[in-house]
């Protein structure tokens, strides 16, 4: 009934994980900030979207955004992000122009900017 739902807000709602959205193929903008939320993952059918905001959560890695082609902005910050090994596995998204990582402890690293410009695609 929702396939046709374009952006779907849910931020502050005490999420502890991402699921149900299998159906939700139109969707272009996901906005899931300071939940509870501890992996990304249930995104694979959500080929269309452009944008993913996970930023207050308990993320430790970024995952389960490999599909998602149309990427263009990732908001993550105030995560738990710690390597940088991580941010190389945005590689795969090759429209994303916007990364938000700060407040992670990756992002205390003196270089971080240039090597968050450096690790992306676009």
Not at 74 to 96: H, M, Q, R, S
Not at 109 to 121: G, I, V
Request: proline fraction near 2%; charge should be negative; hydrophobic fraction near 40%.
């Amino acid at each position: 009934h929702l396939s046709a739902l374009r952006v779907l807000s849910v931020q502050s709602n005490r999420l502890t994980k991402i699921e149900g959205l299998e159906g939700l193929v139109s969707l272009e903008e996901l906005y899931l900030s300071h939940n509870g939320i501890t992996k990304i993952e249930g995104l694979d059918t959500l080929a269309k979207l452009q944008t993913v905001d996970v930023s207050g959560n308990q993320i430790e890695h970024i995952e389960g955004l490999e599909s998602l082609l149309e990427l263009e902005e990732f908001w993550c910050n105030g995560n738990k992000i710690a390597n940088w090994k991580e941010v190389d596995l945005l590689k795969a998204n090759p429209k994303l122009n916007c990364v938000y990582l700060e407040a992670n402890p990756l992002a205390k690293d003196n270089a971080y900017r240039r090597k968050l410009m450096l690790a992306l695609p676009a």
